[in-house]
Structure formats: structure tokens, C-alpha cells
């Protein structure tokens, strides 16, 4: 039996963000309003992680997903208006529950597999001993020894998406 308490309770509130905000996002026709639901999705993620207490993940969500990547995408569909060829393309219903019910199987063995063994009892997962902290990943971004090539990169990735969206999305006329 499940113990209702405020974190219980507040479990089922955000899960209830993310489920639906995700269903939202499946479901509708308009971009608009698909891209609205994804920032509850995103926002009831953020909510999961404050409950996991990575603070600083939570964080991270709301600032980096749900301020730039979803206003992003809420801009790009302000910003163009010729989407009637891509709406004909990939409006097939078949197809989205197909591709669907596929990533979820997909993701239900990525995430059962690791955690049970073969033998249907629970595997023994390795744990590590030592947990980094917020100033760690700080200094794993910016050494030149670690991670900072793919952290520059992402972020030309980032600049040359956001031009290539300005010039698809403006008018050729002089």
C-alpha cells in the first residue's frame, strides 16, 4: 500500500505534468500549443528532479530546456509560415503510435535490463564511491583536459541551428 504523505502527493502531481504534458505533445495538431505542453513536460521533469534533491539539475532543466530549447522552438514556429508541406508529410497518425510504442519498448528494455538480472532476481549494480559535486562538473566543462572541446561544439551547433532557422525562416523578397 502506498503511503500518502506530501511528497507522495507531490510525486503524482508532477508525474501527472510530465505524462500529460508528453501526451499533450503527441496529441495535438497545432505546433504551437505542442510546444506549450512540452514546457509542462519539461517543467514536471524539473519538478521530479527537485524531489531526487539534484537542486542544481532542476535547475538546469528549467533553464536550459524550458528557457532556451522550448522558447526556442516557439520562436522557430512564429517564425515560419510555410509548414503546410510538413504538416502533409508527418501528420500520419499510424505512424507516430507505431514509432511510439516502439521507443517505449525501446526504453522499458534500456531501463529493466540493467537493473534485473538474467535470472529474474535483482542484479547486483556496481556503485561508485564517490559522488561528484556541482564545482566538479564546473571544472569538467571548462578544463582543456576534459570536456570543453564537446562543450564548444555544442555551442556552434547551437549558433549555426539558430542561423540556419533566421534564413529559412525570412522573406526572399527584395
Known sequence: MVELNIQTFVFFLFSLFTLGGGLGVATTRNLMHAALWLILSL?????????????????????????????????????????????????????????????????????????????????????SDTVGSTADLGVALVDRNQYVLPFEVASLLLTAAMIGAIVIARDDED
Open 43 to 127: 517543467f514536471g521533469v524539473a519538478g521530479l528532479f527537485v524531489l531526487l534533491s539534484a537542486p542544481f539539475l532542476a535547475a538546469i532543466q528549467v533553464l536550459v530546456y524550458i528557457g532556451a530549447i522550448a522558447i526556442l522552438i516557439i520562436f522557430a514556429v512564429m517564425l515560419t509560415r510555410s509548414l503546410t508541406s510538413l504538416r502533409t508529410l508527418f501528420n500520419r497518425p499510424a505512424m507516430s503510435a507505431i514509432a511510439a510504442i516502439l521507443l517505449f519498448l525501446f526504453l522499458a528494455v534500456g531501463v529493466i535490463l540493467p537493473v534485473w538480472g538474467q535470472n529474474g532476481t535483482q542484479g547486483n549494480l556496481p556503485v
